[in-house]
C-alpha cells in the first residue's frame, strides 16, 4: 500500500491550496480516508475524514467552514481543499486510510491517528502573514 500527497507550498494568509492524495495497492473504495497535520514538538492531529461507503465528512473544529475533503474512487483519490489560509494551518499534511469502524452502520469517521493503518509521507505547507 502507497500513499503520496502532493500539492503543498508555501503560500500567504488568505490563499488556498488543494492537497491531493493518490493511493495504491487497495481499493480505496473500502477504506476511510483522512488528513491529519503536525507540526514540530506535537502530537499529529485530525483535520478531516470522509466514510468509505456514503461519503459524509467530519473536521476538527479548526477546519470547519474553511476546508473541504472528497475522493474519488475511481482515481483512488482524496482531496483536501484548504481555503482562507492562516499562518497556524502551517504544518506537514498526512493522509491515511482506515478499515478500523467500516462494519458499523452508520460509518463512523475515526479521528485519532493510531485508527489509521496506512500513512503517507507528508506534504509541508506553509502560511506566511
Known amino acids: 500500500v502507497q500513499l503520496i500527497e502532493s500539492g503543498g507550498g508555501l503560500v500567504q494568509a488568505g490563499d488556498s491550496l488543494r492537497l491531493s492524495c493518490a493511493a495504491s495497492?487497495?481499493?480505496?473504495?473500502?477504506?476511510?480516508m483522512g488528513w491529519f497535520r503536525q507540526t514540530p514538538g506535537k502530537e499529529r492531529e485530525f483535520v478531516a475524514g470522509?466514510?468509505?461507503?456514503?461519503?459524509?465528512?467530519n473536521y476538527a473544529d479548526a477546519a470547519k467552514g474553511r476546508f473541504t475533503i472528497s475522493r474519488d474512487n475511481t482515481k483512488s483519490m482524496v482531496y483536501l481543499q484548504m481555503n482562507r489560509l492562516k499562518p497556524e494551518d502551517t504544518a506537514v499534511y498526512y493522509c491515511?486510510?482506515?478499515?478500523?469502524?467500516?462494519?458499523?452502520?452508520?460509518?463512523?469517521?475515526?479521528?485519532?491517528?493510531?485508527?489509521?493503518?496506512?500513512w503517507g509521507q507528508g506534504t509541508q505547507v506553509t502560511v506566511s502573514s
Open positions: 495497492g487497495v481499493p480505496v473504495s473500502t477504506w476511510s
Open positions: 491515511a486510510l482506515s478499515q478500523k469502524f467500516i462494519h458499523t452502520i452508520p460509518a463512523t469517521i475515526p479521528t485519532m491517528p493510531d485508527e489509521y493503518e496506512y
Open positions: 470522509i466514510t468509505w461507503n456514503d461519503d459524509r465528512t
